[in-house]
């Protein structure tokens, strides 16, 4: 990695990963965003990526699904998704990271 200061530009990629930040180590099947300045390359998860997620994230339901921050797994249950990243985040983590009622 390299060393030199510089503000992170982050991507959201799935790739295998250990977090740069808490150091866990994560499945290829996760999101993750990836640092492309300066050939830093350091990943983040998504309990530790400082935005929200890049893209739209819309309404779903249906289908057995984890959410990408805690790892609550749900058997079908409302949740927002990216379609594009296979990224899924539950209502108790939108509202927390809102700090309100949802999106």
């Known amino acids: 990695m390299s060393t ?3 503000k992170h530009i982050f991507i959201a990629k799935k790739a295998y990963y250990t977090c740069g930040n808490c150091h866990e180590a994560n ?3 996760r999101a993750s965003y990836i640092c492309i300045g300066h050939a830093c390359r350091i990943h983040l998860c998504p309990r530790c990526y400082p935005n929200h997620h890049p893209h739209a994230l819309k309404k779903a339901q249906g289908q057995s699904w984890t959410c990408d921050v805690c790892r609550g797994h749900s058997n079908g249950g409302l949740r927002y998704r990216c379609q594009r990243c296979d990224y899924d985040e539950c209502l108790n983590c939108i509202q927390r990271r809102s700090g309100s009622g949802g999106r």
């Open 27 to 29: 499945p290829q099947t």
């Open 4 to 6: 030199r200061p510089h």
